[in-house]
Each structure stands twice: as C-alpha cells, then as structure tokens.
Nanobody
Framework: QVILAESGGGSVQAGGSLRLSCAAS??????????MAWFRQAPGKEREGVAG???????SYTDSVRGRFTISRDNARNILYLQMNSLKPDDTAMYYC?????????????????WGQGTQVTVSS
C-alpha cells in the first residue's frame, strides 16, 4: 500500500508560479504505483486529470495546461512534482496526487487506486 502526501499549494496572482510536491511512502515499488498523476477539482466541478507520468518518465498533459505545467518524478526519493507556471484564475482548485497502474487513462479518476488528501491552489486575477 502506498500513502501519498501533497504539499506546496498556496495563493498566487495570475501569471505566477507554484511547485507542488507529493511524497510517496509505503510499498512504492508496487505495480499500482507505476503511474503517478495530478488531478484537480474546483468547487462544483468534476475532478479532472491534469498530468500523468510513468516510472520511465513519459509524461502526458491535458490540453489546458500543456506548455505551462511540467510533471516530473524522482523515483529514488519517491516524490512527484508539478511545476505550474503562467497560472490563471481557472487553475484555482484543490490539487490531488494519485497513483495507478497505467497513465493511458491519466484523466480518469477511477483508474487510480491511491489518493492524497489534496493541497489548495488559489490564483487571483
């Protein structure tokens, strides 16, 4: 079993940057940890996949963040990152990290088995 803990959220003005981190502990070599992803959920909206990265470093992004966000993982330290640049008010949400077996469906929450508690990101205009 893997335990995930996010950090790095906060409040920033539009155009600013934040870096989120997600520390994984427990059975991090399990196949259920092959894909790590970031999701976000704004009030009144469904949870959406933002980006996913597999253990080999191959990354995928949803269209709205491609070119602004960068996902990466440090397998030796079991940490997942999300560098967010050129932030917009529409990026305001609770951000969650999650782990699963495959990044093929990184935008679909039901394909991920383990979730962190979330970290809030607020972008003001």
């Amino acid at each position: 079993q893997v335990i995930l803990a996010e950090s790095g959220g906060g409040s920033v003005q539009a155009g600013g940057s934040l870096r989120l981190s997600c520390a994984a502990s427990g059975d991090t070599d399990d196949t259920d940890n092959y894909c790590m992803a970031w999701f976000r959920q704004a009030p009144g909206k469904e949870r959406e996949g933002v980006a996913g990265v597999n253990r080999d470093g191959y990354a995928s992004y949803t269209d709205s963040v491609r070119g602004r966000f960068t996902i990466s993982r440090d397998n030796a330290r079991n940490i997942l990152y999300l560098q967010m640049n050129s932030l917009k008010p529409d990026d305001t949400a609770m951000y969650y990290c999650a782990s699963g077996r495959s990044c093929r469906y990184f935008q679909i929450p039901t394909y991920f088995t383990t979730w962190g508690q979330g970290t809030q990101v607020t972008v003001s205009s």
